[in-house]
């Protein structure tokens, strides 16, 4: 089995909400980047103060803060049998210091798995979005509502609005994407490691692709 996973996409594309179904199913840890950075605000930590600025723009936290949080989080003892990066890398930088990273403490990338989701999806996802206080779990307005309003269906935490989740930030996150992130497709092509798949199955449409890609 491919244990050590990248999910990549644009912001809405559906990382999250497959991530939790991977790790429930392979029980591997989940490292995202963006919650990290969400814990470390909440917690109003200095790393919290510096990434707030950039992730209520929409803007990327530098490249120096965002791989070493990860390579922290890599090396420690828990991801020895596998691990699950969402959110990062980012940008080729941050590839090219994973790369490095992953080769040293014999972790290498078995899988790249991207979820390509057309942009007026995106926004519509990502403006309709709710997301747990509690766990972080994503539900939506319109197409994933929970069962109470206003409450998590997983852990019954209150169900809030990311600051990043409006019209503004998320034309900067889109733009990012493009930019600095798209160029990643590539990279892990030229790498032999490259599965797209169409984020606009179903969540357990998608999951079921997921499984035969990790499985073969
Ligand atoms: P991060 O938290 O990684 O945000 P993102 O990449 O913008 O992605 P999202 O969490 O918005 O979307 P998602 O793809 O997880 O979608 P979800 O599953 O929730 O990063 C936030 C910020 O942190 C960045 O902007 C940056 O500032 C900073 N940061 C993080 N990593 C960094 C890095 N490496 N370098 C520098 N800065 C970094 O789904 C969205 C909605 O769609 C939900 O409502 C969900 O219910 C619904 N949905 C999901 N799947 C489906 C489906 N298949 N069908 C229908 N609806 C679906």
């Known amino acids: 089995m491919k244990k050590n996973m990248i999910i990549m996409g644009p912001p809405g594309a559906g990382k ?4 939790k179904k991977i790790i429930a199913s392979y029980h591997i840890p989940h490292i995202s980047t963006g919650d990290m950075f969400r814990e470390a605000i909440a917690e109003g930590t200095p790393l919290g103060l510096l990434a707030k600025q950039y992730i209520n723009a929409g803007n990327l936290v530098p490249d120096d803060v965002t791989i ?26 941050q590839a090219e210091a994973l790369e490095k990273l992953t080769k040293e403490i014999g972790r290498e990338i078995s899988i790249v798995i991207s979820i390509d989701t057309p942009k007026e999806e995106l926004i519509r996802r990502i403006t309709g979005r709710l997301v747990c206080k509690k766990c972080g779990a994503p539900f939506h307005k319109e197409n994933r509502r929970p069962l ?8 019954g935490g209150e169900l ?12 900067v996150r889109l733009a ?3 930019q600095e992130t798209k160029p990643l497709l590539d990279f892990y092509h ?21 499984d035969k890609l990790l499985e073969a």
């Open 68 to 93: 070493g949080l990860v390579k922290e989080r890599l090396s420690k003892d828990d991801c020895a049998n596998g691990y699950l990066l969402d959110g990062f890398p980012r940008t080729i930088p």
């Open 16 to 19: 999250g909400t497959q991530a």
């Open 160 to 171: 809030v609005q990311r600051p990043d989740d409006n019209k503004e930030a998320l034309e």
């Open 148 to 155: 109470k309003e206003g409450v998590c269906d997983l852990c």
């Open 190 to 210: 030229k790498l032999g490691l490259l599965h797209t798949l169409d984020g606009m199955k179903g969540v357990d449409a998608l999951m079921i692709d997921i």
């Open 176 to 178: 990012h994407y493009e």
